[in-house]
């Protein structure tokens, strides 16, 4: 008969090669990254009730973009300017323009009453909802320099001003968070599918 204390060795030394080898099998890694809010236009299509009596009617006051805000450049005097041209005085800068809003009535439907005017209004909405989300990353340690060069290379191949070393310095992070952010990614790692949505295998 075997030694029980022997054979409960052996399983214990084989659990433990097990589970090293499982850990070091194991490329990703679970994290929390940002993923930002993400907005949608629309147009929304009002009846604005135009007669002078509204009894019977269900009308609701609502706040309405006349004109949408913009950014764009204006002339504005410099302060304590006195430039023998007064034209030397003015310098174009960019400025943000609120939108145009007022508060209209508007009708349930077209059907309601025939005075009414149809107006449409462009305005954003959210779609989805910021926040923390978990993502699989590639785990710190098995982020090699081939695999961060291949990453360099596709960033570089969209326009991003990366070395393509295999060090994942700080331009390369900058350029990776920048290229998350355009594609609607997670960001704050390396994460799989930003692998994916350079095509990096």
């Known amino acids: 008969m075997k030694n029980p204390i022997l054979i409960g060795l052996i399983i214990c030394i084989s659990m433990i090669c097990i589970h090293n080898q499982s850990i070091a099998q194991q490329k990703n890694c679970v994290v929390d990254l940002t993923e930002d809010a993400v907005m949608t236009e629309v147009i929304l299509t009002h009846y604005i009730f135009t007669g002078s009596d509204t009894t019977g009617l269900h009308v609701k006051s609502r706040t309405i973009i006349v004109s949408p805000g913009e950014r764009k450049l204006v002339k504005k005097r410099k302060k304590d300017c006195n430039m023998p041209n007064p034209q030397d005085c003015?310098?174009?800068?960019?400025?943000?323009?609120?939108?145009?809003?007022?508060?209209?009535?508007?009708?349930?439907?077209?059907?309601?009453?025939?005075?009414?005017?149809?107006?449409?209004?462009?305005?954003?909405?959210?779609?989805?909802?910021?926040?923390?989300?978990?993502?699989?990353?590639?785990?710190?340690?098995?982020?090699?320099?081939?695999?961060?060069?291949?990453?360099?290379?596709?960033?570089?191949?969209?326009g991003y001003p990366v070395k393509t070393d295999g060090n994942l310095d700080q331009a390369t992070q900058l350029a990776l968070t920048d290229f998350q952010k355009s594609k609607g990614l997670a960001y704050g790692d390396l994460s799989l599918e930003t692998l994916a949505a350079l095509n990096v295998r």
Request: charged residues 25%; hydrophobic residues 35%.
């Open 90 to 158: 003015y310098q174009e800068v960019m400025e943000e323009i609120p939108p145009v809003t007022m508060n209209l009535y508007t009708l349930s439907g077209p059907d309601v009453t025939p005075h009414h005017e149809v107006r449409k209004e462009k305005t954003m909405v959210l779609k989805k909802a910021g926040g923390m989300v978990s993502r699989e990353v590639v785990c710190p340690k098995n982020r090699s320099r081939n695999l961060i060069k291949k990453v360099q290379t596709a960033l570089s191949a969209l």
